[in-house]
């Protein structure tokens, strides 16, 4: 976003003060700076209000005047042709003084999104209209409309008549970089070929062996007779076509389809394609991807639930060790109650020590880090029961050949044991099955040959494991904690990420 110069902003200096005015009623007590985020398109409007105290930032409920104010802002800084800003940022110092950072073309980092993005757009530009030259590349896709992209057309050589030789007169590119570049040029897909080889003109017609097609990254095209003569004669590209590429680092970017038909119609004097709306909508991979990105994305209780019972499955928690909208004896539950969200484990038909939540993402954050802060919650303090031998083959790590099956410990799960953890084995080195450091013997339930060896090592780097409980085993009665290691413990101290403790 660009930030408003102080002349720029003199004009609607009231409008400023008033909004942090307003800001400042409801701020938590001791900020140390106020950040107000301000998104609209079309009626579609976001207010996300933030006082940061010691560094760290939470949003608070503001007036809702301030979208109304935001608004009046808005409208009289439009430019005629150019745009109203589609978002902005408005930070407030203790001292009165305020920063506003703006931007008409970026796309909004929307908390919600509209319903119907195309339908705010085309209200967006009918209240404050824009010429083609201001519509971004993200809201023609949007929109339906096709892409303003303007390509750069990369020129084989800087002359060339029939008959006379090529005129050139490029620095020649170092020996270091063709490989690379010879990638870049060559690896991005055809947007047009045509049929047969075409003529050298280095050869003086003689020769006919350079491809017919096209090819682009986004912002240049270039004829495949570019990496041709470059890789026969060491012809470079020219210079300014070479500078994007090394700014590029060398690194093809990925050329959806709708622009590769744009640059193909370009080339063929055809109209632009128009933009598929449905392609800029968020797809369920989209959404699942930025579920994994965004550290505070923002989502309806329904959807936070969902969200919620999916990761209390990728973490391996049984269904029947909760309940969500529920409740039964021996689960934890979450329920909407009349003091808030209630999160607690049920017995005899009634929550004990329930804990209340004004949020349910408060509610669902209490709920994830009681299950998983004591192993046996998982399952609700039942064992786990016997596997299959397929079932047995998923594991991502096997025992080694000499230690016991995976069978031999229950409640197994796969975690990452931190370096300096310091593990127990009994036996040689040839095997990856170890202990906790303090377990004894007879909870390990391993053949009795064993305990004749016993040795100590500490992690100096963290490891993957597989992570379960000895089960009672030739009249042991089990119950130490083990785990499988990914390699035998003598590649591991080869490797360093095992040292041994004497």
Not at 164 to 193: C, H, I, K, N, S
Not at 221 to 243: C, M, N, Q
Not at 354 to 379: I, K, N, S, W
Request: proline share 10%.
């Amino acid at each position: 976003m660009r930030r408003e110069a102080t002349a720029s902003m003199e004009p609607h200096r009231p409008l400023l003060v008033r909004i942090g005015t307003l800001a400042r009623a409801d701020a938590p007590s001791g900020w140390e700076r106020i950040e107000l985020h301000f998104r609209q398109v079309g009626d579609h409007t976001e207010l996300e209000p933030i006082a940061f105290t010691r560094g760290s930032g939470h949003a608070y409920p503001a007036p809702a005047e301030l979208t109304a104010v935001f608004g009046e802002l808005r409208d009289a800084m439009y430019e005629p042709g150019v745009g109203a800003w589609l978002q902005a940022r408005y930070a407030l110092h203790p001292s009165g003084e305020f920063d506003l950072d703006v931007s008409t073309t970026a796309r909004p980092w929307w908390q919600t999104p509209p319903d119907d993005l195309a339908a705010a757009l085309e209200a967006e530009l009918k209240a404050f209209p824009r010429d083609p030259e201001h519509l971004p590349d993200w809201w023609r896709r949007a929109a339906g409309l096709p892409l303003g992209t303007k390509f750069r057309h990369a020129r084989v050589v800087d002359s060339y008549a029939d008959g006379d030789a090529p005129v050139m007169g490029r620095p020649p590119v170092p020996t270091d970089e063709v490989p690379a570049l010879l990638r870049y040029l060559e690896r991005q897909p055809a947007v047009l070929v045509g049929s047969g080889l075409g003529p050298d003109i280095f050869s003086g017609g003689t020769e006919s062996d350079v491809p017919e097609s096209y090819h682009t990254d986004g912002t240049w095209i270039w004829h495949a007779s570019v990496p041709h003569y470059l890789r026969k004669y060491g012809t470079p590209p020219e210079p300014d076509f070479l500078t994007h590429i090394r700014d590029q680092d060398f690194q093809p970017p990925y050329v959806d389809k709708l622009t590769r038909r744009t640059a193909a119609a370009d080339l063929l004097g055809r109209s632009r394609p128009k933009a598929d709306p449905g392609e800029a909508l968020p797809t369920t991979g989209d959404i699942a991807a930025e579920l994994e990105t965004r550290t505070d994305p923002a989502l309806e209780d329904p959807a936070l639930l969902v969200v919620l019972a999916q990761r209390l499955a990728e973490h391996g928690v049984w269904p029947a060790a909760y309940r969500l909208a529920s409740r039964a004896d021996g689960a934890w539950c979450l329920n909407p109650t009349d003091r808030g969200w209630e999160v607690a484990r049920y017995a005899g038909g009634a929550p004990v020590r329930p804990q209340y939540f004004e949020r349910a993402e408060d509610a669902a954050q209490h709920l994830l880090g009681a299950l998983l802060l004591h192993p046996a919650r998982m399952t609700g303090g039942a064992e786990t029961p016997l596997e299959t031998s397929a079932e047995l083959a998923d594991w991502p790590i096997q025992p080694a050949e000499g230690d016991p099956p995976l069978t031999l410990l229950r409640n197994k799960r796969v975690v990452r044991l931190p370096a300096g953890t310091v593990v127990l084995r009994f036996g040689d080195e040839s095997g990856n099955l170890v202990h906790h450091d303090e377990t004894r013997f007879a909870a390990t339930s391993l053949p009795i040959e064993r305990d004749r060896e016993e040795r100590r090592y500490r992690l100096r780097r963290t490891l993957a494991v597989v992570i379960g409980v000895a089960i009672p085993w030739a009249n042991l009665p089990g119950g130490g904690v083990a785990y499988v290691l990914p390699k035998p413990l003598s590649e591991h101290v080869a490797d360093g990420s095992l040292e041994r403790i004497e």
